[in-house]
C-alpha cells in the first residue's frame, strides 16, 4: 500500500496511530517508575526512549499531552527522579496492563514489585534485569504537537553479569529484553549480529 | 554490574558508549536517504528515530553534532527533504558500511540503488519494503549535549500489502525490517504479540 500525506490525513483516527505508531520501527520497551512527592508509587509502560549521548548519559523520553490520571511526567516534575527498567520476555501481558487507568499503585494493580535501592530515590520494578536509575535535567516542549521531550541523565545502572560483552556492549537479547512494536505489539528478538566499525577499506566483517 | 553515576562518568570512553547505547533498548534502524542542493545523493544508517505523533505524522530524528564529512543534516537543510527505509534482513552489513567516512555517494560505494519517485523530490532505497518521505518541520538545538532534534512530518509511506494488519498495525517482522542495538548490533525478531486496549477491568488478552 502507498499513502501520500493527504491520504493519511484522512484515514480513520485508529487505523491511522496503528499504522504510524508500527512504520516508525522497533521501540526501547520500558516500565517507568516514579513516586509522587506524597510516596505514592507509579508505573507505566514507554517506549518512546531514545538514546541521547553516552556522555554525558543522556536519555530522551516523549510523554504524550498530560490528562487527568496521567502520573509520571507529574511526578518526575514533584520529584526530579525516575527509573527505567526493560520488560522481560513473558511479562508483555502485565507490562501492557499498566497502561489501563488504575486509580490504585500499578505495581498493586498489575502485579509487579516494587524495589527501592539505596543508591536512587524512585522505585525499581523487582526482578527486572537491566534498570536504570535517571535524574530529570530539562523539559522541551515540542510545540507542534503538545508533546514534551524530557531529557534524563543517568545516575544509576544495573545489566546482568552474563550479558555484558568485553566491550560493554550489553546483549539485550540474552538479557530477556523484550521490544516494542506500534501501540500494542511486543517483540521477541532471535539472533544479535554485530560488525566490526566501519571503514572505507574493507567491507565490516562480524564481531 | 552496577554502576552510579560518577563510575559510568570513570568509565573508559569506548566501554561507556557501547554500554549507553546498549542499554538504551532496541531502536528503529533506516537508511536516511537525502539530496544535496546540486543533487548528489547520500545514505546513512540512522538509529534515533523516535515516533512523535500519528497526527500530524511526525518523527523524530537525532542528529549528532555535525562534523566535516557528514552530508545528511546539511542536505536536508538545502533541500527540507529525507527518506527513511527500513533495513532488512540480510542487509545489515551493507547498511552499516554505509556509516564509513565515504567521498562518494553511499549509494555508489556500497552498492544500494537510488529510487526517485516521483511522489517525493529526495532518493529512496530500492528494494527497500517500508518507504517513509518526510519534510523537515523543525530542528530543536539539544544545547545539553551538542545534538540536534529534527521534527520531520511524513508525507509518503509505502508499506507492503503482505504485513498490513485490517486495523493498520504493519508487521514489521513479517516486512523483514531489522531492529538497531548499540553502535554495532543487529537484531531479528521472532516473535510479535498484540494485546488488547488495557483495561482495569479484565487482563489484556492476546490479538
Avoid at 513516586?35 to 553516552?54: C, E, P
Avoid at 509520571?72 to 489501563?100: D, F, P, Q
Avoid at 545516575?155 to 555484558?164: A, I
Amino acid at each position: 500500500m502507498k499513502w501520500t500525506a493527504e491520504e493519511i490525513a484522512g484515514l480513520e483516527r485508529f487505523y491511522r496511530g496503528n499504522l504510524i505508531n508500527s512504520v516508525t520501527g522497533f521501540k526501547s520497551l520500558n516500565l517507568l517508575g516514579s513516586i509522587s512527592s506524597d510516596g505514592k508509587f507509579n508505573l507505566a509502560v514507554f517506549t518512546q526512549v531514545m538514546h541521547l549521548g553516552a556522555n554525558p548519559p543522556l536519555l530522551g523520553i516523549l510523554f504524550r499531552p498530560v490528562v487527568p490520571g496521567m502520573h509520571s511526567l507529574k511526578n518526575i516534575r514533584e520529584t526530579g527522579a525516575l527509573t527505567l527498567n526493560h520488560v522481560l520476555v513473558g511479562e508483555e501481558e502485565m507490562a501492557h496492563w499498566t497502561s489501563a487507568r488504575w486509580e490504585e499503585s500499578e505495581f498493586d494493580a498489575v502485579g509487579f514489585e516494587p524495589e527501592l535501592l539505596e543508591a536512587y530515590p524512585a522505585p525499581f520494578v523487582k526482578g527486572a534485569r537491566v534498570k536504570m536509575g535517571l535524574r530529570a535535567e530539562q523539559e522541551i516542549p515540542l510545540e507542534i504537537n503538545g508533546t514534551t521531550m524530557l531529557i534524563a541523565r543517568l545516575q544509576y545502572l544495573e545489566v546482568p553479569d552474563d550479558c555484558l560483552q568485553p566491550d560493554g556492549f550489553a546483549d539485550l537479547l540474552k538479557a530477556g529484553t523484550v521490544a516494542g512494536l506500534g501501540l500494542d505489539g511486543y517483540v521477541s528478538g532471535s539472533e544479535l549480529r554485530r560488525f566490526t566499525y566501519a571503514r572505507t577499506s574493507e567491507r565490516p566483517g562480524l564481531i
